[in-house]
């Protein structure tokens, strides 16, 4: 005989940690650590204790989590390689050298910025510095001994590394050409400004669920990756009110990735700090916390949908109706603003490129040199690891193009220079599983070689893990660094391959697709048969993107 099963009991609906749901108890260490002291605090702590006593003297609460609040995170230690690293626990890979990030936020760096940032790599960070996707300066080697000197030298010239990583508003993307493109819909600096103004080291937005990516922009070509932040604003005109923002949210990458969804609304810009708020506060009260893989905003918008976001948004936190906004707000064009260009005054920008991001001290030194020769107003960060000089006299546009050249930045760049991105990989993160930035720079070069002449533009995207720093799934070509088996049936470095994803006019993920894994070795001649097959079988101007969705 068999026993009659007892009827289940209706269980009780869990909580994801929603504070405005009463879900208030912490859920996990992340949560935890943010309760029993607000990272912010970690700042006096640097400066009256850790770099007076040393490394050692460091709580381990504060080195692995709330020192990103200050962004700094620990380096990796040298001599692991991908296949070891699977094995360690996160504190067996800590250096005891630090990354640090320096946020920028769309800001332009004159010539004393520019220098100062040069000097601080020369002199603590053994000459490094990279340029990354999120408009900062990222060191590597950084001493913590040497901190509190760096944060002098930046204040001085107006930047900071406040609220650069952690769960708090990460650095800002904002237009290179904000103020000075002629073709710009509405400048939003003074709405960037004004963010900033009110969030930096505010502790009411310094506790949120995870990460918080901003966008602003009010040039035409999206040149501030709108679609994929957790807060975007896109510049447009509202056929009655005219120029101002559209508002998008939930975009994120990693290993869930969504792009943003457009709310619908125009935000004028005196408005915008104010949506801005709105929108975070919303995260910070109604995101998930329970688990670190769902505590992004992109899952609560995919949840609720953008009716109830709007809804809740104007209801509890902005107390007023926001405008419908019918423009489509299609992007015109690609815009990285590599190249010369003229701007709104008769003067002229220069986008220039490094390779994959990377610069050095002694080329941030040179470049404020040059900024100050020309009486150039500075420089602006991009959010494809490139740089934009600022208000160049037209009659020097030719010798200071030639002059970038000399400190190894291209302002006519090859199409492998100026599209191909990478990650920091494992030379110095912890998370990564193989090597990223040499390995696209020796790529490029291939490539250089290969299709010198290519006519029409394919990007790349090298990323050393899953987490998708440099944008895996919406590159031409992206590559998402992992373990793969090579002929002799060994594991060594290699990338899942994505392909045919992009930004702007056709913002779509590429497919993953699973037969197609290479080792690290064998990548140029990967890249090379698919861009082969590409040109052989396109149709007349028929894109990779497109090529590829077949
Ligand atoms: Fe590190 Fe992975 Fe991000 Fe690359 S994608 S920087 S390896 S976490």
Same mark, same amino acid.
């Given at each position: 005989?068999?026993?009659?099963?007892?009827?289940?009991?209706?269980?009780?609906?869990?909580?994801?940690?929603?504070?405005?749901?009463?879900?208030?108890?912490?859920?996990?260490?992340?949560?935890?650590?943010?309760?029993?002291?607000?990272?912010?605090?970690?700042?006096?702590?640097?400066?009256?204790?850790?770099?007076?006593?040393?490394?050692?003297?460091? +709580?381990?609460?504060?080195?692995?989590? /709330?020192?990103?609040?200050? !962004? @700094?995170? %620990?380096?990796? $230690?040298? #001599?692991?390689?991908?296949?070891?690293?699977?094995?360690?626990?996160?504190?067996?890979?800590?250096?005891?050298?630090?990354?640090?990030?320096?946020?920028?936020?769309?800001?332009?760096?004159?010539?004393?910025?520019?220098?100062?940032?040069?000097?601080?790599?020369?002199?603590?960070?053994?000459?490094?510095?990279?340029?990354?996707?999120?408009?900062?300066?990222?060191?590597?080697?950084?001493?913590?001994? +040497?901190?509190?000197?760096?944060?002098? /030298?930046?204040?001085?010239? !107006? @930047?900071? %590394?406040?609220? $650069?990583? #952690?769960?708090?508003?990460?650095?800002?993307?904002?237009?290179?050409?904000?103020?000075?493109?002629?073709?710009?819909?509405?400048?939003?600096?003074?709405?960037?400004?004004?963010?900033?103004?009110?969030?930096?080291?505010?502790?009411?937005?310094?506790?949120?669920?995870?990460?918080?990516?901003?966008?602003?922009?009010?040039?035409?070509?999206?040149?501030?990756?709108?679609?994929?932040?957790?807060?975007?604003?896109?510049?447009?005109?509202?056929?009655?009110?005219?120029?101002?923002?559209?508002?998008?949210?939930?975009?994120?990458?990693?290993?869930?990735?969504?792009?943003?969804?457009?709310?619908?609304?125009?935000?004028?810009?005196?408005?915008?700090?104010?949506?801005?708020?709105?929108?975070?506060?919303?995260?910070?009260?109604?995101?998930?916390?329970?688990?670190?893989?769902?505590?992004?905003?992109?899952?609560?918008?995919?949840?609720?949908?953008?009716?109830?976001?709007?809804?809740?948004?104007?209801?509890?936190?902005?107390?007023?109706?926001?405008?419908?906004?019918?423009?489509?707000?299609?992007?015109?064009?690609?815009?990285?603003?590599?190249?010369?260009?003229?701007?709104?005054?008769?003067?002229?920008?220069?986008?220039?490129?490094?390779?994959?991001?990377?610069?050095?001290?002694?080329?941030?030194?040179?470049?404020?040199?040059?900024?100050?020769?020309?009486?150039?107003?500075?420089?602006?960060?991009?959010?494809?690891?490139?740089?934009?000089?600022?208000?160049?006299?037209?009659?020097?546009?030719?010798?200071?193009?030639?002059?970038?050249?000399?400190?190894?930045?291209?302002?006519?760049?090859?199409?492998?220079?100026?599209?191909?991105?990478?990650?920091?990989?494992?030379?110095?993160?912890?998370?990564?599983?193989?090597?990223?930035?040499?390995?696209?720079?020796?790529?490029?070069?291939?490539?250089?070689?290969?299709?010198?002449?290519?006519?029409?533009?394919?990007?790349?995207?090298?990323?050393?893990?899953?987490?998708?720093?440099?944008?895996?799934?919406?590159?031409?070509?992206?590559?998402?660094?992992?373990?793969?088996?090579?002929?002799?049936?060994?594991?060594?470095?290699?990338?899942?391959?994505?392909?045919?994803?992009?930004?702007?006019?056709?913002?779509?993920?590429?497919?993953?697709?699973?037969?197609?894994?290479?080792?690290?070795?064998?990548?140029?001649?990967?890249?090379?048969?698919?861009?082969?097959?590409?040109?052989?079988?396109?149709?007349?101007?028929?894109?990779?993107?497109?090529?590829?969705?077949?």
């Amino acid at each position: 005989m068999t026993a009659t099963p007892a009827p289940a009991r209706p269980r009780r609906k869990r909580g994801e940690g929603q504070w405005a749901l009463g879900y208030t108890e912490p859920l996990n260490k992340n949560e935890q650590s943010k309760k029993d002291d607000n990272p912010l605090n970690v700042r006096g702590r640097i400066l009256s204790t850790y770099s007076k006593r040393g490394f050692d003297s460091i +709580d381990p609460a504060d080195l692995r989590g /709330r020192f990103r609040w200050m !962004g @700094l995170y %620990t380096q990796r $230690a040298p #001599g692991f390689d991908g296949g070891k690293t699977a094995t360690l626990e996160e504190e067996e890979l800590d250096d005891r050298f630090f990354m640090m990030r320096v946020r920028t936020d769309g800001a332009i760096l004159d010539a004393a910025a520019l220098r100062a940032l040069g000097m601080i790599s020369v002199d603590r960070a053994r000459g490094t510095a990279d340029i990354t996707d999120r408009n900062n300066i990222q060191y590597h080697w950084i001493q913590i001994e +040497d901190v509190p000197e760096i944060w002098e /030298r930046l204040e001085a010239v !107006g @930047l900071t %590394t406040l609220e $650069a990583c #952690g769960d708090s508003p990460r650095p800002f993307l904002g237009s290179p050409v904000a103020g000075i493109a002629k073709d710009e819909i509405i400048d939003g600096t003074p709405a960037m400004d004004e963010i900033k103004r009110r969030v930096l080291d505010n502790p009411e937005f310094s506790n949120l669920p995870r990460k918080f990516k901003t966008s602003v922009s009010g040039h035409p070509s999206h040149d501030a990756a709108p679609e994929i932040n957790d807060v975007s604003f896109v510049g447009t005109v509202h056929p009655e009110h005219g120029p101002g923002f559209d508002l998008w949210v939930g975009g994120g990458l990693s290993t869930n990735p969504m792009l943003a969804v457009k709310l619908g609304v125009w935000i004028p810009l005196d408005e915008v700090a104010d949506a801005w708020e709105g929108v975070c506060a919303i995260f910070r009260d109604y995101g998930y916390r329970r688990l670190r893989s769902k505590a992004r905003l992109k899952f609560l918008v995919a949840d609720w949908g953008k009716e109830k976001f709007r809804e809740v948004l104007e209801t509890e936190y902005l107390q007023r109706a926001l405008v419908s906004n019918p423009s489509p707000g299609v992007p015109t064009r690609q815009g990285d603003h590599v190249g010369v260009h003229e701007q709104n005054d008769g003067k002229f920008y220069i986008g220039a490129a490094p390779v994959v991001g990377r610069v050095n001290g002694e080329l941030l030194v040179a470049l404020g040199d040059l900024v100050e020769k020309y009486g150039a107003r500075g420089v602006r960060l991009t959010a494809w690891q490139k740089l934009v000089v600022i208000g160049v006299d037209g009659a020097d546009v030719e010798s200071f193009v030639a002059d970038l050249r000399t400190i190894g930045l291209d302002a006519r760049p090859s199409n492998w220079r100026r599209n191909t991105m990478a990650c920091t990989g494992i030379e110095f993160c912890k998370l990564a599983i193989v090597e990223t930035k040499a390995r696209a720079a020796d790529l490029i070069k291939v490539l250089e070689q290969r299709f010198p002449d290519l006519d029409t533009p394919i990007t790349v995207n090298v990323n050393g893990c899953p987490n998708a720093c440099a944008r895996t799934q919406v590159a031409d070509i992206g590559l998402k660094g992992q373990l793969v088996m090579d002929a002799d049936g060994q594991q060594v470095e290699g990338f899942q391959v994505h392909l045919g994803g992009a930004l702007g006019l056709q913002a779509n993920f590429g497919r993953k697709l699973r037969a197609h894994k290479v080792t690290s070795a064998g990548l140029d001649d990967y890249v090379t048969a698919v861009v082969t097959n590409y040109l052989a079988d396109r149709t007349e101007g028929e894109q990779f993107a497109e090529w590829a969705a077949r």
